[in-house]
């Protein structure tokens, strides 16, 4: 097993990067162009505790190497099952995921935490473990495992990069919104 693990402060605040995170994967995002489909299963909030538990289905474009992909028979898309609990008292989000595509090859598992370090700024935690399910043969799982790795750290630059561009879009919009309904509320209370 090998684990990759990052860390990043965004100079947001947490309800700014909590709210934008479901809008990761969107067109603001010219980094996350191999998400094809973000699929929903489920969506619940504990009475008890006014966590939100959600349930999603993403559908990659498949970015293995060409050679394996032959090997393994030609997948075009390969799925992840992610669960996140937006905890509102805490201050935080917790994403967990686990590749579905080719799970009986290797286990990918990743957790990704965001908490507020200040007013304006968030921290940004993944920690992913990589195995690679190959029997007894210990220089091959080293091998898809280093590879895994490093395929993790540049996605993970790029992934902070196109948040990074989801957060700035999304603090733009919010703004022109307010600016919309103050003008709004004027407007009624000269009338």
Request: net charge positive; hydrophobic share 35%; with cysteine.
């Given at each position: 097993?090998?684990v ?65 992909k ?13 669960t ?27 957790t ?80």
């Amino acid at each position: 097993m090998k684990v990759f693990s990052s860390t990043h402060t965004f100079n947001y605040s947490w309800e700014e990067v909590s709210t934008a995170n479901w809008r990761k994967y969107c067109p603001w995002n010219d980094k996350s162009t191999h998400v094809i489909a973000v699929d929903t299963l489920a969506r619940e909030v504990d009475p008890a505790t006014g966590i939100l538990r959600t349930e999603r289905l993403i559908t990659c474009k498949q970015s293995a190497p060409e050679w394996l992909k032959s090997m393994m028979g030609c997948m075009e898309t390969s799925q992840v099952f992610e669960t996140s609990y937006v905890d509102p008292a805490a201050k935080t989000v917790t994403m967990v995921s686990q590749n579905i595509t080719w799970s009986n090859l290797v286990n990918v598992q990743e957790t990704v935490v965001y908490r507020p370090l200040s007013a304006n700024k968030t921290q940004f935690e993944q920690d992913a473990r990589i195995t690679a399910l190959c029997g007894g043969w210990q220089r091959i799982k080293n091998s898809i495992e280093d590879s895994l790795v490093t395929r993790f750290r540049e996605n993970a630059v790029k992934g902070k990069e196109g948040f990074e561009c989801v957060l700035a879009m999304s603090r733009r919009v919010f703004a022109e919104e307010r600016e919309k309904e103050r003008q709004r509320s004027e407007g009624k209370m000269m009338a």
